[in-house]
């Protein structure tokens, strides 16, 4: 009887949590005609035209490349440069490491408003203004920060004996961390990757701030609905349904460790 | 799930090794040229004024002093969203904690459920913060929005763009709607780690759902319930894009929290020194509040889990 509640209850949530997904998806099908005209449980002109016009113009589409590539390329550098330093943070104590770790963690906290306006100061003057490359370092600030210490969690999973067993085996530090120690911590690796990507990609006001032309990113292209015309409600429904997808794929990898990752690798 | 008996030795007997600061320099690189660089000009506009043409004059601290002053106009702008900004990150914990906790008990413990519960669940963090904004203008719409729109049948007057009491409603409902997810997914992730024998023991014991929860669940979710805190605080306490979507900041500035006046002063109205000054003062804030949180968690992994 128990578990019937849990699971009445789980439902529940589950379907509070889509109405308002469900009514997006909805109107992403709808004709803009339709949706002005009242309100209806489902499109009764069912059209793809919305989702037509994204996939065949460049501004749109070029959108969703822009925000996928500085997303990709953030992940790539923000994990590479954590695991060495959340293996000294998990394995030594040197002189200041208590110290380095909070301040790491207070940009991780520290508000991107604070950072808008100077960003677009320093990115305009290293010439990096409005490429992928800008957003992409941006996004650095919290996200390195972030793999630190969801690396540090879980390396501090792993029991040091092996290090030691690995070094009296003969085995030189590269060459254990990359052949032993980095299939150990694999999951771990995978969950850090999840939560740059996550973080780099539903973040607006930096990548908006720094992009203009050539690297805009959807998030920005968006705003393009707003027209003197008046608002295009069905493209704006359907453009939102597409940015939804890549996140979908992305968690269903990392489904089994997702909970895990949510506490840091810190249960 | 390592238990606290394993990390406490571990914690203990880290070798000293200050060769570690090499492994450390990449990040530190990074994150200096991301935050101290971009802080310096924040530091170098809130001294100064300019007459423009680039021309910047020594300003002292006159900047900061009337940012502080509530008299001010500036200093009035500021506290109105400081303290509208803290309210709204304590309504917003007051709903998702509980709600997250009581989502994460209900989520499956086993079978193909559980991923498929635990992908739809964390769904929403994914959405980019605009999206999330979008969603809920839609949403919350009188004439086209199913909520906006059911209300007014209900006879609710409802209305989030002319009607600080609704615009606020719609904030702390898209909010919860978002983030109680994390801390769902951080709080299943502390009830796994509870064994089975525990809840064996309990049910010989007969004991109540509710002091199963009270004497084993929650003492086990202590720390990730910091966590969850720390992170729902702060993402409250810097919240911009999803309330600038639905409300821009209105009806007059009822929603109006501390970032969305930053940008407006920052980028809207190129108002440097005020908005270097408020960049400062915000800045400090969120870095005490961290402070506090940090140590607390120190302090908790310190003592191990209870």
Known sequence: MRIQGRNIGIIVYLLALFLPIYWLLNMSFKTNGEIMSGLSFWPHQFTLANYRHIFTDPAWYNGFLHSLTYVALNTVISVTIALPAAYAFSRYRFIGDKH???????????????????????????????????VALAHCLFNVPLAVWILEGFISGVPREIDETAALDGYSFPRFFTRIFLPLIANGIGVACFFCFMFSWVEQLLATTLTTVNAKPIVAVMTRVYSAAGMDWGLLAAAGVLTMIPGGIVIWFVRNHIAKGFALGRV | MRPAQEREPDMLDKPWNNRAWLFVIPVLIFVLFSSIVPMMTVVNYSVQDTMGQNQFFWNGLVWFQNLLDPTTDIGGRFAGALVRNLIFSLVVLFFELPLGIAAAICIPRHGWKVGATLVLVALPLL???????????????????????????????????????????????????????????LSYAGLKSIPDAFYQAARIDGASRWSVFRNIELPKLQKVLVIAVLLRFMGSFMIYTEPSVVTGGGPGSATSFLSLDLVKIALGQVDLGNAAAMSLVYNLITLSICWIFFTVMTQIERRGTV
């Open chain 1, 100 to 134: 380095l770790f909070f301040w790491l963690l207070s940009n991780l906290m520290a508000p991107p408003a604070v950072y808008a306006m100077p960003f677009f100061n320093l990115y305009y003057s290293i010439g990096l203004f409005d490429t992928v490359w800008a």
């Open chain 2, 127 to 185: 959405i980019p913060y605009n999206v999330v904004g979008t969603i809920w203008q839609i949403f919350a719409r009188q004439d086209i929005g199913l909520f906006g729109a059911a209300l007014n049948r209900l006879g609710i007057a409802y209305n989030d763009t002319q009607d600080s009491t609704s615009a606020w409603a719609t904030i702390v409902i898209m909010d919860v709607w978002h983030w109680t997810g994390m801390v769902a997914l």
